[in-house]
């Protein structure tokens, strides 16, 4: 392997998703962080750099643009985080204007001539990817993740080992995939990286019975594991479908709390488990804290999640 990951556990909260460029010139940023540093007790964050395509189709995406935080952000928030004692993990995505999920992003596997192709889309994604690779170097990140949740894609296994190949270029430390949920066992280039990790939003009575399949594709692919995204909405039933934040009844934040107790008391049982990816926390949007009750989001900002999160930030402190 070309990186190892840190020795210590990871207890990372993804930070200022989708922000646009320049968001790191206003003020609301450095509290909202300080407050995640604060109330959470992690360790870690992971600042995701999403480009943009306008649909699931397009082979063309947009990485250096105004909706999309540029070199000075990132080094802004990287410095921020050191100062507050927290690592630092770098993750390229991209979104689809039009609101499908980046999972559906897919082409004729057999090229059709006017038809859109795998090389052009792969070229632009490599360009994006490289781009935040040359960020993640400079920041001396703690990790570098090469995409998110695009299940459409991750069959074209040659790609993604140019790909691979090509970011290691540029960035010197460990670098890892977040695949998505029901996925670990179908990605193919795990050997590729230094580390596998997938999205956890798994029902809170499917945990033991999918960190067992996980864990045995740790162990087949010799390579650790994390949590590069993980949370629950606090709407009632969400439990049952994490993964979905449109769904759910009224508020409940004793729903959330009770998911995150289940996915963090899961977490002890199996140590094979190196790191979390809590979903997500905001930079500039982040509600008021005593507001926090009636958010019906993944935030866990001022509500018993929260409680939870601390007491498991204290847990992994002590190992």
Not at 137 to 154: K, P, R, S, W, Y
Not at 159 to 174: S, T
Request: hydrophobic share 35%; net charge negative.
């Amino acid at each position: 392997m070309k990186g190892s990951l840190p020795d210590s556990f990871l207890n990372a909260y993804t930070f200022a998703f989708c922000e646009k460029r320049g968001f790191t010139r206003g003020q609301a940023w450095r509290w909202s962080l300080e407050e995640l540093a604060r109330t959470t007790g992690c360790n870690a964050i992971i600042l995701p750099v999403c480009a943009w395509q306008d649909h699931a189709y397009s082979t063309h995406m947009d990485s250096d643009c105004p909706d999309v935080m540029d070199e000075n952000d990132v080094r802004a928030v990287c410095a921020q985080a050191r100062k507050l004692g927290l690592r630092v993990i770098l993750k390229a995505m991209v979104n689809c204007r039009d609101g499908y999920w980046r999972a559906y992003i897919r082409f004729f596997d057999t090229p059709v001539p006017t038809e859109p192709r795998w090389v052009d889309w792969f070229a632009s994604w490599e360009a994006h990817v490289c781009r935040v690779a040359a960020m993640a170097q400079e920041n001396q990140a703690d990790l570098f993740c090469i995409g998110c949740e695009m299940v459409g894609t991750d069959h074209r296994e040659g790609e993604w080992r140019h790909l691979i190949a090509r970011v290691r270029q540029r960035y010197e430390g460990p670098i890892t995939y977040n695949c998505d949920k029901y996925q670990e066992d179908h990605v193919a280039w795990w050997d590729a990286l230094d580390a596998i990790s997938s999205s956890g939003y798994y029902p809170i009575d499917q945990l033991e019975e999918n960190l067992e399949r996980i864990r045995r594709v740790s162990e087949r692919f010799d390579r650790p594991f994390l949590f590069m995204e993980c949370g629950c909405p606090s709407r009632e039933n969400s439990q049952y479908r994490p993964n979905d934040w449109r769904y759910g009844g009224d508020t409940s934040p004793r729903t959330q709390a009770e998911w995150y107790a289940a996915f963090t008391q899961a977490l002890g049982r199996f140590p094979f488990v190196r790191g979390t990816g809590w979903w997500d926390w905001s930079a500039t949007r982040l509600y008021p804290e005593q507001a926090g009750m009636d958010n019906s989001g993944y935030c866990t900002y001022g509500k018993l999640a929260n409680d939870v999160l601390l007491r498991f930030a204290q847990s992994v402190k002590d190992q």
